[in-house]
């Protein structure tokens, strides 16, 4: 079974420029999570799609920061214009469920380098 | 408020040693989940085990073991004979119904097994 793609692996741009994440849930998995991890820290939930909606974006930076799920099935996470605080691991997790009780599957992330 | 707290920042042990990852958690819900994941180096976090607050019962699947105890508010996780490959970032992490099932990460305990 394929795990969680994410793309690009790196990135590296200078503030106020934009950037863009793309990932691929688990075949089957209904929920996808976008989570963000500054170095030294946990992971930090972002936004949670099921299917192709929304179900939780309170920590979603939303005058800069925008994601969508149009299909149910891949996800972009957009970040315009880029602040040198959004230097961070970004983490992607899908799950076949909303519930707690099913356990994410997380992929290998996008670090970001905002100069 | 729901917060999870790792007060190991980070841990040196020489190989075929145990240790102990402590992992102390706040919630006034009485209805939780608990989770421990594993961050090897190449960034993707694992799953490792999740906990309903209604079972109390330890538990050991190989060289691991769980240590939940609710009178402590703790969920300890302990490495039995580490290996090298135990080199890893480990979260502890918490989801509860004040949270709306979000994951709440602890901040991590960085753990390098020495040859």
């Known amino acids: 079974e394929a795990g969680v793609a994410q793309s690009p692996r790196y990135k590296i741009i200078e503030k106020r420029q934009s950037v863009a994440f793309w990932c691929n849930p688990i075949?089957?998995?209904?929920?996808l999570y976008w989570y963000q991890q500054i170095l030294g820290q946990g992971p930090k939930l972002l936004i949670q799609?099921?299917?192709?909606?929304?179900?939780?974006d309170s920590q979603l930076p939303k005058d800069r920061f925008s994601a969508e799920r149009l299909k149910g099935v891949d996800s972009t996470l957009k970040i315009q214009p880029a602040k040198l605080e959004d230097s961070a691991v970004y983490l992607c997790a899908s799950s076949l469920g909303a519930d707690r009780y099913y356990e994410q599957y997380f992929g290998p992330g996008t670090r970001l380098t905002v100069t | 408020a729901q917060k999870v707290t790792q007060a190991q920042t980070e841990i040196s042990v020489v190989e075929k040693e145990d240790v102990t990852l402590d992992c102390v958690y706040e919630t006034r819900d009485t209805t939780y989940y608990l989770f421990w994941y594993k961050q090897p180096p190449s960034g993707e976090l694992v799953f490792l085990i999740r906990?309903?607050?209604?079972?109390?019962q330890n538990e050991i699947s190989g060289r691991y073991s769980w240590n939940f105890q609710k009178s402590t508010s703790s969920f300890n996780f302990t490495i039995t004979a580490s290996q090298v490959v135990d080199s890893a970032v480990y979260f502890c992490a918490l989801s509860d119904r004040t949270s709306y099932d979000k994951v709440i990460f602890g901040p991590g305990t960085s753990l390098s097994v020495i040859p």
């Open positions: 075949s089957g998995h209904a929920t």
């Open positions: 799609f099921q299917n192709n909606g929304v179900v939780d």
């Open positions: 906990r309903n607050s209604f079972d109390e």
